[in-house]
């Protein structure tokens, strides 16, 4: 069976930093694209970020270009987002997907498989 588990969610200040991962099991995570996905309150799904089964090779939505980073360690099984400079508009439920999508060039076409219970981030004063 397919886990994924968010963690590392919480409250910070704008301007402030937060690392969430995601902890995998049920399947060989090393062999998966995956992908951050957000909600925000009364909004439709976003997705936030990918990242190939190697580690090498990450895309971004424009909105977190520059002041968020993905990485991986297949050897744990882990996801990670690195987020930084978080603005108040970054206010969202956080989810990690297993991502069977695609590249062209610089652009991910991300296609969700198993999606994470997601942790909650809010930015606020």
Known sequence: ?????ESGGGLVQPG???????????????????SWVRQAPGMGPE???AINSGGGSSYYADSVKGRFTISRDNAKNTLYLQMDSLKPEDTAVYYCTTDSGWAHGTIWFPKFGSWGQGTQVTVSS
Do not use: D, K, N, P
């Open 16 to 34: 402030g930093s937060l690392r969430i991962s995601c902890t995998a099991s049920g399947f060989t995570f090393g062999s998966y694209s995956m």
């Open 1 to 5: 069976e397919v886990q994924l588990v």
């Open 47 to 49: 997705w936030v970020s």
